[in-house]
């Protein structure tokens, strides 16, 4: 059973993202027409972390650049860059999430690659294809981010950007109310099989907790240049209430 797990744990967290969606989940729903419409005109913002909204400084001028969002399906992000001129591709393993990436391009009428694929396998792009990659919180569904980190340095054009948002691993040790610790770190249900068996009976997917050595030492190992960073909280419970930081987002360089 374990090795049965070690091998299709993404498939169960694509089946597991493609329920949440069906139940309303936040991250799943598309942005309006009426938004699409202001991201044309320059007013829009978009998201690595759950309250805190990137800067756009970090993108630079996206007119005409290609842009890679990993894990990044869901339209939220890739309708704005769409609108601010740059060319799309996504790819995420939720096949509901890219039906929301196709449905709203035929919408708004433009063109967007999308990819059905599992980010812990080789992207299928050739080296240097983008000039930046938007990587949104995901790789906590991941157990090896080495992997996402030099994949994305991979497929990046030299002096392409990275832009990354990274759970902190925090919330893994405490209970459902954020108020005890429960579990020691790592939270890696792949190694523990009460572990595993709570995540599938809660329909929670299998997670992962990373801490800043995975997380930054990761880009650091892969080549990248870290040039900005900010914390963030979650949008409700006991910690977003006491301002107990379980997220980051970064941007580095190629």
């Not at 967290?13 to 799943?28: F, L, P, S, V």
């Not at 990354?164 to 691993?169: A, I, K």
């Not at 792949?190 to 992962?208: I, K, P, Y």
Request: glycine share 8%.
């Amino acid at each position: 059973m374990a090795r049965f797990l070690n091998m299709e744990y993404t498939k169960i967290n694509a089946k597991t993202i493609d329920k949440w969606i069906e139940e309303g989940w936040e991250w799943g729903i598309p942005i309006s027409h009426e938004a699409f419409l202001e991201a044309k005109k320059g007013n829009w913002e978009v998201y690595l972390t759950p309250t805190k909204a990137v800067p756009k400084e970090w993108f630079g001028d996206l007119k005409g650049k290609k842009i890679l969002g990993l894990a990044s399906g869901g339209a939220q992000q890739m309708p704005v860059f769409a609108a601010a001129g740059a060319k799309c591709t996504v790819l995420d393993y939720s096949e509901r999430q890219l039906l929301s990436e196709k449905e709203v391009a035929e919408r708004e009428g433009y063109e967007i690659e999308i990819v059905h694929a599992d980010m812990t396998k080789t992207l299928p792009f050739p080296d240097e294809s983008f000039d930046i990659v938007f990587h949104p919180v995901s790789n906590c569904y991941v157990k090896d981010v080495d992997h996402v980190f030099r994949e994305a340095y991979r497929v990046l054009k030299k002096g392409g950007r990275l832009l990354s948002g990274l759970d902190n691993g925090l919330s893994y040790a405490f209970d459902d109310a954020q108020e005890k610790i429960v579990r020691r770190l790592p939270f890696d249900p792949l190694a523990n099989e009460a572990d595993m068996r709570e995540s599938l009976e809660t329909n929670s997917g299998v997670q992962f907790s990373h801490d800043v050595s995975e997380q930054i030492g990761g880009q650091l190992r892969a080549g990248f240049i870290l040039k900005d960073i900010f914390g963030d909280t979650d949008a409700a419970g006991n910690f977003h209430d006491h301002n107990i930081e379980c997220y980051f987002a970064t941007l580095a360089l190629k």
